[in-house]
């Protein structure tokens, strides 16, 4: 490169380095920002869209206008009250909450399940809304983009009428759920500012961290939980417990339990129907139709694509899930192109790396099964035995499973073929009668324990340590007689 032409790229370097220099509105300082306010606003935009199509916007109207005033008042007391805020509360029973850039708030209805009062979703609304007025996102994609070395950094500068258009595909969209260290400690800070400044009192951030660290880490439906995406909250505690004794005051001390608890009552805890319910070792699912009793004791998770069952502290697990794309099954004397659901069953093992030690055909509940043992080696566990039926239903082929360590099979094969055996269709009259759970209140009574209280709803499978949980306990804290707690009912 020519001296001329090196000075002229220095130049403009410089002038574009410049350029892309902003003031930040918490901080007051000057800072690198490859991210105007019109992009993040764009890019928010952008994957709002895309989160209400994936997630789903819960179905309250009156919650949702309710979150959504509550985060308002914080947002016009903020350091960017001109943003176009909105809150929303999506349908999922993760226990999160995140924001996107240009004021784009989402809190998932699980959280909401956990919250004690308005002074704890204050914390939670103000806590997000900092990541926004910090530029918390801008400063991550701007340091992502630096570490890209050379040239690859101007094309950030060159105008364009869709720059983000392949956001999906970037990763950025992971990038703004997931912060630093430092960053969490700030808007923490500032989730403390923002609610006392709109009179909510300020020890409630502390509290729902609190009540957050005691939360095990969850993943469902690829929502990541809190203890995913906000790095170790207990160890903020201690951090926001000071800060939030520096705005205390007359002005800031709103609770408001009892409206909060009135608004959250009846909200879907737990699974939705469109996914099918857990209750107890039960699985239900009303829509397709089918039901499975896991091994009792065996914790049941319900995922998109499959339900997981594991024998606590085991490498014992089972698994049901419906077969992509099954081949054509011959029923009767079968059609042209059909194969039987024996060869079919064995294919699919097969293809899925396992070897056929022995099997048969059979009726499950009135259903064409094939069940068979196999041999393979899982993910994790290493060499294990499987017991798998796939069972037809119409067009739709599904698997239900279990396996353990070679050495362990035989222990469990037992239960695991009792729980294959209780696959069963749903009759369109019980389909119907099944509802998902829903928050509800008690008051206590004399020798009642978060255990007792627990065994009385036990299909909902909310145990003890849950219970204390969602109301802001530790579990071995039991309530007190008149005390009004949060449990799970049969939804109606």
């Known amino acids: 490169m020519k001296k001329g032409t090196c000075f002229l ?12 220099c902003a003031t930040n509105p918490v901080t007051g300082k000057r800072q690198m920002s490859l991210l105007s306010e019109a992009e993040e606003l764009a890019i928010g935009q952008q994957q709002d869209a895309e989160i209400r199509r994936e997630m789903g916007v819960y179905d309250d109207p009156e919650l949702q206008r309710y979150v959504n005033d509550i985060g308002q008042q914080l947002a016009r007391v903020s350091h ?19 924001a996107l850039p240009g004021g784009y708030i989402y809190l998932t209805r699980g959280i909401l399940a956990y919250l004690d009062d308005e002074s704890e979703l204050s914390g939670v609304l103000g806590h997000e809304i900092g990541h926004v007025t910090a530029r918390h996102a801008a400063q991550a994609y701007t340091r992502q983009a630096q570490a890209g070395i050379g040239l690859a950094i101007l094309s950030i500068f ?6 983000f258009a392949d956001l999906g ?7 703004f759920l997931r912060h630093g260290r430092e960053a969490e400690l700030e808007a923490d800070r500032l989730g403390v500012e923002y609610g006392s400044g709109a009179g909510y009192d300020p020890s409630g951030v502390p509290r729902f961290l609190a009540t957050l660290a005691r939360v095990d880490a969850l993943s469902e439906r690829g929502v990541p939980n809190w203890l995913s995406t906000h790095p170790d909250p207990g160890s903020r505690v201690v951090k926001a417990e000071p800060v939030a004794g520096k705005f205390v005051s007359a002005e800031a001390k709103a609770l408001n339990r009892d409206q909060y608890l009135a608004r959250i009552t009846g909200l879907v805890f737990g699974d939705r129907l469109e996914d099918g319910i857990v209750r107890g070792n039960e699985f239900l699912h009303p829509l397709l139709r089918l039901g499975v009793k896991f091994p009792e004791g065996w914790e049941l998770t319900n995922t998109p694509s499959a339900v997981l069952a594991q024998e606590p502290g085991t490498d014992h697990f089972m698994v049901l899930q419906e077969v992509e794309n099954p081949p054509l099954l011959r029923q009767g004397s079968g059609g042209q192109g059909s194969r039987p659901i024996g ?6 093992m097969r293809s899925a790396g396992y070897t056929v030690v022995d099997g048969r055909v059979d009726q499950i509940n009135g259903h064409d099964a094939h069940i068979g043992l196999y041999r393979g080696n899982a993910k994790d566990v290493g060499k294990v035995l499987m017991r798998a039926a796939h069972i037809a239903i119409g067009r739709q082929l599904y698997v239900v499973a279990g396996f353990a360590p070679e050495n362990e099979f035989e222990q469990v094969d037992k239960d695991i073929l009792s729980a294959v055996q209780t696959f069963r269709q749903l009759s369109a009259a019980e389909a119907s009668r099944i509802q998902p759970n829903r928050i509800d209140f008690y008051v206590v009574k004399a020798g009642d324990s978060w255990q007792s209280i627990a065994a009385r709803q036990g299909r909902n499978f909310v145990n003890a340590a849950t219970l204390a949980i969602m109301n802001d306990r ?7 007689p008149g005390d009004r707690i949060k449990i799970v009912v049969e939804g109606h």
């Not at 060869?343 to 699919?348: G, K, N, R, Y």
């Open 158 to 163: 060159v105008p364009s009428t869709a720059p």
């Open 474 to 480: 530790e579990v071995n804290v039991q309530p007190q």
């Open 169 to 175: 595909a970037t990763g950025l969209s992971v990038l």
């Open 343 to 348: 060869d079919a069953a064995v294919a699919a």
């Open 9 to 20: 790229f220095l130049l403009l370097l410089t002038a574009c380095v410049n350029a892309a």
């Open 80 to 98: 960017r009250p001109n943003l176009p805020w909105t809150f929303t509360v999506v349908d999922s029973p993760a226990i999160n909450a995140f």
